[in-house]
């Protein structure tokens, strides 16, 4: 009976939490891709990280904001830029501030700031603790550049998509050649990944084809950027790289919180040994 | 003795005082709408076709729920009637989520994902679990082009 | 706190003590030589598990208090500031937000434990009446504290509870208006309303412990239920709680410990909601709401009455009816160990619980609701048909006179 009642809860806790990632349109279930912060072990693959974070610099960053990251966590321990190649040797940098190239990335942007001592604003060169800096001063200055669509904040988007890494590499990956008999509107472009219902564009037979409606034109073509590691650049590497770097963007803390974690389950585990021993001597002699 | 403990949770002062919302309605083109936000609350702005404010017309009375004539619903608060033009609530009279537009649901006006319920080309509820039409606030219209909700 | 004490003060500090304030005989009347049954089986370890889990959810919560920031600008990025930039700030969070799952998960098991075994029967009802204050309690601030991250979830969720008071505009109208902008201190859900919910959240947790603490006194007044359903007869059918208990229930607390450390360390954010980590935004309403997954049930139940005021009703209706259980359910036999019948309709009741949190999880959509309605109506059903019925009809099978007798009779069975 406790069995029966056990697997019962279990599955119901199991059915609970399969909230069906397709209920908001009819999209394709995102590819299964392999990755290298998955599973218990996992940890973000820093070459992958840093690549990444050149495609969002040299791509998206054009529209996307990261507003909730700062330069400084690119160096922190954990980030793509914690170790640095200094001549043949890796460095590490215990204060981000002494980073040089996370020095060098937030050198690029123009921060405003202020008011000086007359009470005027004026720019000057980022530094690690500033954060990121956004495309656009706000969001319907994003609007109006965007043709109305509004381009998601990246911090947490992992995170805020169901099965996020996997759906977002599929996003990237899944601009296919719009089917036969699908209108697509102006201004918008067809992907098999991206939730939405085709019913009233579709003119060909059958059901109307998965996926939906997306104002992000295609954004990543074969050779884009340009990797200093000599990778090539075809949109599957970049997209799975910018994935990695937008999982660490969203879970800094995954690496630190795995290994506590092994540390806890450790422990917990010898203590429920040692109790379930001590359990058994004392009760050995009372019927029950 | 107790009420100033109950009444500091209602609307305080400067939300109460929160200005009215202009429209500028020369921007919406014919079969679209937009959300503004009024005190805290997104209202829909509608420009209507010429076919959906002939079906919202032709709805007789007894087949609502809350019965309410369009000509009721898309007159402004100083009388003027100009049925292109539809304001009304966009919170769900169920439970409070913001409808889909353009036609959406089975009565060709608005549908509300969370339960289900279908709204016509008036905003009037047709069928689901909301037990009044979305609601019209206040409005008048400042010119031809401009509207002031509140 | 019942029966005579059998505490001994050593002469000196704790015999002074002991005249003035006997703290040290409360501590030992109740938690060491307390007298309980010694057939207790695992389901009866959930009461010290759930004494962790609200005193792991005080502490994480009254720390993270002093990271976050309760306004709506800010709520969203003092939340991603805890988790990135405050020391173990993920680590507490995690804890916090995952705790609130395991709790629930306890509560319940802890609930269907009472219902099985008939824990909720004389001389206990007033022990389950303060049961289900707890977990009212549980779900309110449950509740309030989703809406603290000011996410979507956060947002929609607020805004579809608080809605439901506005179905009271059918019994009068304008009442039911008025009570939701009482409670959002303006016209929609906004800035006072999160304000108030931070306060509320940070208060409910120690009115809980409150009554929980009531809960425990109420439960040592007749002592233990125990499996068999047959009151203590004789010092000889119970064991000192410590060191018997206390060791169990510690083997116990650590097992569901360390489900919760799975969670926390290696899946934190499989029990909430992708959502969440999008900003509220009062102009979009996510295309699918749901609450938690501990109010599945009732979302559900909610749901699957087509009328506003009914499905508000119904829902408050399934956790009022438990307040009346005790009197629903007359049947001599505690135990459903010996009612044959009954634990049929038991496990039917189990079961029709866990599909409405399955349906409370689907869009509601023709045949959802339908399988929502059979479940509601069955719901109700067990507690207002089934259990009085049975308490006339059912003849308890082999009752056993006394707890010793049951145990010799399962030793007998066991070799």
């Known amino acids: 009976m406790k069995k029966t009642l056990f697997l019962g809860l279990a599955s119901a806790l199991a059915l609970s939490l399969a909230s069906p990632a397709d209920a908001a349109g009819y999209a394709k279930q995102p590819k299964d891709v392999e990755w290298s912060f998955s599973g218990p072990f996992g940890t973000f693959d820093r070459a992958a990280m840093q690549r990444g974070f050149q495609v969002y610099k040299e791509v998206c960053a054009a529209c996307h904001s990261m507003k909730l990251l700062s330069y400084r966590a690119l160096g922190e321990k954990g980030g793509p830029f914690e170790y640095v190649k200094i001549g043949d040797e890796l460095k590490h940098f215990d204060n981000p501030n002494d980073n040089p190239v996370v020095k060098a990335i937030a050198a690029e942007q123009v921060i405003t700031d202020g008011p000086d001592e007359v009470g005027d604003m004026f720019e000057r060169p980022g530094r690690p603790a500033d954060r990121f800096v956004s495309p656009f001063p706000n969001d319907n200055a994003a609007r109006a550049a965007n043709n109305q669509a509004l381009p998601p904040d990246m911090s947490v988007i992992v995170k805020a998509r169901p099965n996020g890494a996997n759906y977002i590499y599929s996003l990237l990956t899944g601009y296919y050649e719009p089917p036969a008999g699908l209108n697509v509107p102006v201004g918008q472009y067809y992907n098999a990944y991206f939730p939405g219902d085709l019913k009233a564009y579709w003119k060909g037979e059958g059901h109307a084809p998965k996926g939906g409606f997306i104002s992000m034109a295609p954004p990543l073509i074969d050779d884009i950027v340009t990797y200093s590691d000599g990778t090539p650049a075809t949109v599957e590497q970049m997209s799975k790289d910018l994935v990695t770097f937008l999982a660490w963007a969203a879970e800094p803390k995954m690496e630190e919180r795995k290994r506590l974690g092994f540390g806890v389950m450790l422990f917990l585990g010898i203590l429920a040994l040692l109790l379930y021993g001590s359990y058994r001597t004392l009760w050995r002699d009372i019927k029950h | 003795m107790v009420w100033p403990f109950v009444d500091q949770m209602n609307p305080s002062g400067d939300t109460l005082a929160l200005a009215s919302t202009e429209v500028d309605l020369s921007q919406i083109p014919e079969g679209a709408q937009i959300k503004v936000m009024w005190r805290g609350r997104p209202m829909f702005v509608r420009h209507r076709t010429k076919a959906e404010i002939e079906e919202a017309q032709s709805v007789s009375l007894s087949q609502l729920k809350d019965p309410q004539t369009d000509e009721d619903r898309a007159t402004a608060a100083d009388g003027t009637y100009r049925p292109e033009w539809l304001v009304m609530s966009a919170n769900c009279t169920h439970l409070g989520c913001v409808p889909l537009g353009d036609g959406a649901g089975e009565y060709n006006g608005w549908f509300c994902p969370c339960h289900g319920s279908h709204y016509d080309s008036s905003g009037r509820i047709r069928k689901g679990p909301a037990p009044t039409n979305l609601p019209v606030p206040e409005y008048v219209f400042l010119s031809d082009t401009k509207i002031k909700i509140g | ?415």
């Not at chain 3, 680590?91 to 395991?102: I, K, T």
């Not at chain 3, 939701?180 to 940070?202: A, C, E, I, K, Q």
């Not at chain 3, 036999?333 to 409370?360: D, E, H, N």
């Open chain 3, 1 to 415: 706190m019942s029966g005579p004490s059998t505490y001994k003060p050593k002469p000196g500090f704790e015999t002074w003590l002991d005249q003035r304030l006997p703290l040290i005989r409360f501590a030992n009347d109740t938690m060491i030589d307390f007298p309980t049954p010694k057939n207790l089986n695992y389901w009866w370890t959930f009461g010290g598990i759930l004494a962790v889990c609200l005193v792991l959810q005080i502490i994480t919560g009254i720390v993270l208090a002093m990271n976050y920031v309760a306004h709506t600008d800010l709520a969203f990025q003092s939340v991603e500031r805890i988790m990135r930039d405050v020391n173990f700030g993920w680590l507490l969070r995690y804890m916090h937000s995952n705790g609130a799952s395991m709790f629930f998960l306890a509560v319940y098991l802890h609930m269907a434990r009472g219902l099985y075994y008939g824990s909720y029967k004389a001389p206990r009802e007033i022990l389950w009446i303060l049961g289900v204050i707890i977990f009212l309690l549980m779900m309110a601030t449950a509740f309030m504290g989703y809406v603290l991250p000011w996410g979507q979830m956060s947002y929609w969720g607020a805004m579809v509870i608080t809605n439901l008071f506005s179905s009271f505009d059918q019994l009068i109208p304008g009442l039911g208006t008025s009570i939701t902008t009482w409670l959002w201190g303006g016209f929609s859900v906004d800035n006072p309303t999160l304000n108030r919910f931070f306060s509320l959240h940070y208060l409910l947790p120690f009115v809980i412990f409150a009554v929980v603490a009531l809960h425990v006194w109420a439960l040592h007044v007749p002592g233990n239920n125990n499996p068999t359903g047959i009151e203590v007869k004789s010092k000889s059918e119970t064991v000192p709680f410590h060191p018997y208990y206390t060791v169990k229930d510690g083997f116990a607390i650590v097992i569901f410990l360390m489900l919760f450390a799975a969670f926390v360390f290696f899946n934190p954010n499989a029990l909430g909601h992708a959502d969440n980590y999008i900003p509220a935004d009062p102009l979009v309403t996510p295309a699918h709401i749901v609450p938690e997954w501990y109010f599945l049930p009732f979302y559900a139940m909610l749901r699957a009455v087509p009328d506003k005021l009914g499905g508000v009703l119904v829902m408050f209706g399934s956790i009022g009816l438990l307040f009346i259980l005790p009197w629903l359910d007359r049947a001599k036999t505690k135990s459903m160990r010996y009612r044959p019948i009954a634990k049929q309709f038991w496990f039917l009741f189990i079961i029709a619980f866990l599909v409405l949190g399955y349906c409370g999880s689907q869009p509601a959509d023709g045949p959802i609701v339908l399988v929502a309605q059979i479940a509601t109506g069955y719901y109700f059903a067990y507690f207002l048909i089934i259990l009085p019925l049975l308490a006339k009809l059912e003849t308890p099978k082999g009752v056993p006179t006394s707890i010793s007798a049951a145990v010799l009779s399962s030793d007998k069975k066991g070799q």
